[in-house]
């Protein structure tokens, strides 16, 4: 693989399942991202991040977790799905901070009934 | 609060030239992107200009002043696949990047 993968492509989940968005990059970039993409609204950082080991709170953390026990790999985690977290969920990743770009997976639209 | 402004929608010809403004609001600066999406699809990297002045890549070109906390997005020569949306996006002070909701840009022939 080069670049990001994400899995599920696309996931109708009933509403109170726990569902975990996979994230993989093969680009050994220190930094990861989970975003979320709404009509009308930015993107809006779910958490991020900095280096394998730690993590942090974006912008709209509520209702998600993430760990990065490696490098590769950044899931992310709605441990009880609710109808407002239907959403396209992106994840990203840099080589490290400040002035670098992001670069994006394909993301995964998540319906929840 | 921390707020980045660009248009919603554009309209423009194909051939034409382009221009999508972004104001932009946010506690501390330390650079501004602008990416383009379409639809459908994951954003990817357009520019990124940190310093004040014309960046020019190809057709592409980003204009940054930091004093009046504005930048510009200015596409030459339309053509049809350049319809999508271009997201204009800032970062702040701790270096998360603050996104605009992006402008979409409909090419006519």
């Known amino acids: 693989i080069a670049g990001i993968t994400q899995a599920p492509t696309s996931q109708i989940l009933a509403a109170g399942r726990r569902m975990t968005l996979r994230c993989t990059q093969d680009?050994?970039?220190?930094?990861m991202y989970w975003y979320r993409q709404d009509l009308g609204l930015g993107l809006r950082l779910i958490h991020y991040?900095?280096?394998?080991?730690?993590?942090g709170k974006g912008e709209v953390p509520d209702g998600y977790s993430v760990s990065r026990a490696n490098t590769d790999d950044f899931p992310l985690t709605l441990a009880s799905a609710v109808p407002s977290q239907t959403s396209v969920y992106f994840c990203?990743?840099?080589?490290?901070?400040?002035?670098?770009?992001?670069?994006f997976g394909p993301g995964t639209r998540l319906t929840v009934l | 609060g921390q707020n980045i402004d660009q248009p919603t929608e554009m309209t423009a010809t194909e051939g034409a030239i382009v221009q999508i403004n972004c104001t932009y609001q946010?506690?501390?600066?330390?650079?501004l992107f602008w990416y383009q999406q379409h639809a459908g699809e994951a954003p990817t990297f357009l520019s990124y200009?940190?310093l004040d002045g014309l960046e020019e890549k190809g057709r592409f070109s980003s204009f940054l002043s930091r004093s009046k906390g504005y930048s510009y997005l200015l596409l030459k020569e339309l053509q049809m696949k350049d319809s999508a949306s271009y997201l204009c996006?800032?970062?702040?002070?701790?270096?998360?990047?603050?996104w605009g909701a992006g402008t979409k840009l409909i090419i006519k022939p």
């Open positions: 990203a990743s840099s080589d490290g901070q400040g002035g670098n770009e992001q670069f």
């Open positions: 680009m050994r970039h220190n930094a």
């Open positions: 991040s900095n280096t394998a080991g730690t993590t």
């Open positions: 946010t506690s501390g600066f330390n650079g």
């Open positions: 200009n940190v």
């Open positions: 996006a800032v970062f702040d002070s701790n270096y998360q990047l603050i």
